[in-house]
């Protein structure tokens, strides 16, 4: 009884980590198989990005808004995914497998095209920089990968 309350305590406090995303049109991940699903269905044709959501501090302030600002840019991914580190971990374990060679980092942000990941923004590359700055380096990405 008291894990069910915790959960639920919990589950409460993330909802509005988890809508600032879904609300600018990402489509969350909460489970292995729906990663399989996306990034083997429609992510595996085109650009997908992928946010690796936390909560942590540098995700509130800086990776979430930062990735909301880019999506304002004219080019930007046909696939928009989340997966959220420490509340979905096995949604989020499975969406690391795709980032062949790059340690796991959250908050960050994959980029992939046609399957393939093409751009990685770690967390170290997040912390201290300004929301400005980071949407930046988005979409300096979108421009070289996304059509």
């Known amino acids: 009884m008291v894990q069910d309350f915790y959960f639920q305590q919990m589950q409460m406090m993330v909802q509005p980590m988890r809508d600032e995303l879904t609300r600018v049109g990402f489509k969350e991940l909460r489970t292995p198989e729906e990663v ?16 690796v959501n936390s909560v942590c501090g540098c995700a509130a302030g800086l990776a979430r808004p930062a990735v909301a600002k880019a999506l304002n840019h004219d080019r930007k991914p046909d696939h928009l995914y989340t997966v959220f580190a420490g509340q979905d971990r096995e949604a989020t374990a499975k969406a690391r497998e795709y980032f062949e ?21 770690h967390r170290h590359q997040i912390e201290n920089r300004g929301v400005d700055e980071i949407a930046a380096d988005l979409t300096a990405a979108f421009d070289k990968y996304c059509g």
């Open 36 to 51: 399989v699903e996306a990034l083997e269905g429609e992510g595996k044709k085109g650009t997908t990005l992928i946010v």
């Open 101 to 121: 060679g790059e340690p796991p980092s959250s908050p960050s942000f994959a980029l992939m095209k046609d399957g393939k990941l093409v751009h990685m923004i």
